[in-house]
């Protein structure tokens, strides 16, 4: 037995236990047991300084709380990165262009690994899915399809009509308009202003208005419909919103934008759908690493954002931090403003529909980063400025997750609170139907009877007029 632990605990060599008493032999018997199952290691102290008789539970207990307070702290890290990853990796690559710009406007080649390869993969995938889960929808509404569904079709079409109409044409409108006035009294610098317009003109956002719309118990199958429809469109309407309100300059061509985007856009979206229906291997593959190309796309947006930053911090821009903080707060307020509107219009043109109104709102005003960084990319390819007019959208987007994720719980609950009642005042109407059943059955009973009493007279004076009739004939 090891000399510290017999000093320790009072126990005498076990060669002396001849002298021991019946106790101290019965107490050394069981330390024997317990080393012999859990041996001392020689590299832990167990005694402290001089032989005093403090041991080292203590120290393991202090060691144990520091490994768990460091695991809780990394466990939290790893929770908000999965959360949030796209926007602190977004903010990390900024960083790191304003540290070295060279290298991402330079040496990784951003004219063919940013504005073809990435852009190329991104509209890939992105629109792939977005057929896909159309495609889905449509299979979907094929197998439960209901007379009552077809008649909500009309109306549908009008809701359809209006997501798209106020996404695209009103929120443009309105930010192209406020952006000018502050351009007008020099609040704002120009690629600023523009840049507020151009994220203005962009699609919805399909995976976040998904997202929302399910948490705010609201109309599924039309979220993934106007996501679908309006990025579909949106790769053509975008750019010519984009002309229509700032115009072609020297860099920019009409022509040659659509050119570019009918190669980067168009032949990947076409050679994609031929591999999926006549070449059943690439659509499997596709389907068994489905989230490892998600996380490519994710790196994809990250690399062509660090790149056309890189490009604006190396050649220098018209804005400083304050006209970006001005814009960040404007976005904000144009962000409300937009909602509150939409909201409105949405209770006037569907109030007997909760579940469009919760889809509504966030199908007017959501913008996508998807396909809004590789669009910007591609028309404003040779544009100093590229960095400046995707800042925008890059604080458009997370602002419309924030507002919408904090209105969602409210509007699930409004959106419940509207189907309880209408579903109250449907039973109601149904009860006082059932009521004035009877009501009418006694009545027409009632009329029935008098018809027959009334029968009988009507025969007997008939038959009299008949008797008389002949009896004057007969005369």
């Known amino acids: 037995m090891d000399t510290k632990l017999k000093r320790r605990f009072g126990i005498a060599d076990r060669n002396n236990r001849s002298t021991m008493s019946p106790k101290l032999e019965a107490q050394t018997s069981a ?36 490994v768990s307070l460091h695991r809780r702290i990394w466990q939290r890290w790893c929770a908000l990165y999965t959360a949030n990853s796209f926007l602190i ?51 979907l509404a094929g197998m439960a399809i209901q007379t009552k569904e077809l008649s909500k079709a009309f109306t549908r079409f009008f809701f359809n009509v209006f997501v798209n109409v106020f996404n695209f044409g009103v929120v443009s409108g309105i930010v192209y308009g406020f952006s000018r006035f502050m351009l007008y009294v020099n609040a704002l610098p120009k690629s600023l202003a523009d840049g507020m317009t151009i994220c203005a003109t962009l699609p ?61 856009v168009v032949l990947p979206i076409v050679i994609g759908q031929v591999l999926r229906n006549f070449f059943p291997p690439a659509k499997t593959f596709v389907r068994r690493y489905k989230k490892y190309f998600k996380r490519m796309q994710e790196w994809c947006l990250v690399f062509i954002v660090y790149t056309v930053f890189c490009k604006t911090f190396s050649e220098g821009s018209d804005a400083s931090t304050g006209d970006v903080f001005i814009m960040i707060a404007l976005q904000l307020v144009l962000l409300c403003f937009v909602m509150v509107l939409a909201w409105c219009l949405l209770r006037i043109l569907f109030r007997k529909e909760p579940k469009l109104q ?65 579903e109250l005042n449907q039973m109601s109407e149904d009860g006082e139907t059932e009521s004035e059943k ?33 009896s004057t004939i007969t005369f």
């Open 438 to 470: 009877p009501i009418q059955a006694a009545e027409m009973g009632e009329a029935i009877e008098a018809d027959g009493i009334a029968a009988p007279n009507k025969r007997h004076s008939m038959k009299n007029q008949d008797t008389s009739l002949n």
């Open 358 to 422: 919760a889809m509504g709102l966030f199908g007017c005003t959501q913008k996508t980063v998807a396909m809004g960084v590789p669009l910007i990319n591609a028309i404003y390819e040779s544009n100093p400025l590229v960095g400046l007019y995707t800042l925008p959208l890059l604080i458009w987007h997370p602002m419309q997750l924030v507002l919408g994720t904090a209105i969602a719980p409210r509007l699930a609950d409004y959106v419940k609170r509207r189907e309880d009642s209408q």
């Open 89 to 139: 990796l977004i903010l990390c690559a900024i960083l790191l262009a304003y540290a070295y710009p060279p290298l991402g406007a330079v040496y990784v080649a951003p004219q063919i690994t940013a504005t073809w390869i990435a852009v190329i993969f991104i509209f890939m995938s992105t629109l792939y899915e977005m057929i896909a889960s159309l495609r889905k929808l449509v299979a």
């Open 31 to 66: 330390l024997d047991f317990a080393l012999t199952v859990h041996p001392v290691r020689d590299d832990v102290p167990t005694s402290g300084e001089d032989g005093d008789n403090t041991t080292a539970l203590p120290t393991a207990t202090l060691e144990q709380e520091d």
């Open 204 to 264: 919805v956002a399909p995976n976040m208005v998904q997202v929302l719309t399910n948490s705010a118990g609201g109309d599924e199958a039309a979220a993934i419909f106007n996501a679908a429809f309006g990025n579909l469109v949106g790769v053509f309407l975008t750019p010519a919103l984009i002309l229509f309100y700032l115009g072609a300059t020297a860099e920019i061509k009409f022509g040659d934008v659509f050119f570019k985007l009918g190669l980067r």
